[in-house]
Each structure stands twice: as C-alpha cells, then as structure tokens.
C-alpha cells in the first residue's frame, strides 16, 4: 500500500458528504436529510496536526464505514464526528444517537461477519468493522467502541501522525 501525508479534517469532510448522500430518504424534506456535524475539540496550531501519513483510500474505507454504521443503527439522521490530536496521534470519534450496542457485543462487533442482534432490520453482512479493524491496525492505530444501549455508540479511532 503507498502511504502519503493525509488531511484528515478533509478526508473526514468528504466522506461526510459522500455518506450523507447514500442516506437521503427518497422526498426527503431538505432540513430533515442527514446531518454530519464535524468538529475539532481544539484549534489546531498547525495543518501537520491533522495529517496522518496513510493510504488514503483505505482511511476513506474505514470513515465510510464508520458513518454508514452511525446512519443505519440511529433513526434522527445525525452523525457527530469530533477531532483531537496530540504529540503524535490524532484521535477521531464517530457518534451517533441511535439503538446502541449490548455490553457483551462490543468486541465481538469487530469480528468478521458477526452482526449484533439489533442488526436485524439492517441491510449488511456485518464485514464493515472488521475491515475497519484491519485498516487501522494497517496504520498502527487503535479503534474501539463504547456503546450505552438506547442511547448511542461512539467509535475512537487513534492513528498515528507518522
Ligand atoms: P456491513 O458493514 O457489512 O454492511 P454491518 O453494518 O451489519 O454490515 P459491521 O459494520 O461490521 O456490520 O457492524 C457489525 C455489527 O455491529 C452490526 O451488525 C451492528 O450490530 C453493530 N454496530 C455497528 N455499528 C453500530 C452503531 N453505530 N450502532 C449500533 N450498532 C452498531
Ligand atoms: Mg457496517
């Protein structure tokens, strides 16, 4: 894989809209389509805060993911994703609102094909996090998930800026 220096606040932006557009119900009132609210916990001094040297398509694949997952599982159409970054990583959370996740499926949702038993009226084949799982490790990262069931997920992503 070639890795390169990616923006992630414009990698987040893009995938963002991308997301959205998968996600507008057919006569969607315009106000009421999906929302991706993107933002920084801190102001960054410097752009090299928010680059990570990665393949850039396989970042676009586990963000895809991330937000696809924050859309089906959720019914108020919003995503909420916060950026931070430190000496040498960038740590990015993917939240939603929706049904949640049990406590005793949080690890298993990143094995191949498992899909938690609020899947059920979901399209999927439940590869999505395990490709992300395998992305991450790919960049030397950390990804995990907390969940409270009823009230939302978040998913932390760490990746290391180089
Ligand atoms: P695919 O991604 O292959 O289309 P999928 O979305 O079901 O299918 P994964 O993305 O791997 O599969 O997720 C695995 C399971 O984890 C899901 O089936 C669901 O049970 C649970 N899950 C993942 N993301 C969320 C979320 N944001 N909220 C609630 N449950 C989730
Ligand atoms: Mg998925």
Redesign the pocket.
Known sequence: FIFSAVRMDELLLEMGNLVKLKHIPVAAEPQRGPKVDISFLKVPDQDTELVVQGNESLLKVLFL??L???F???ADNTARVTIDFFTHNIQIQ?R?N????APD?LN???E?F??????HA???????????KKIVQLHKGHIS?S?APGK??V?TVILPHA
């Open positions: 993911n991330l696809d997952n924050a089906k599982f959720s993917v939603d929706g049904i949640g996740i499926e298993k949702v990143f191949p498992y899909r938690g038993a609020n899947a979901t399209r999927g084949h439940g590869l999505g996090l395990s490709i992300c998930a969940s939302g997920t998913f």
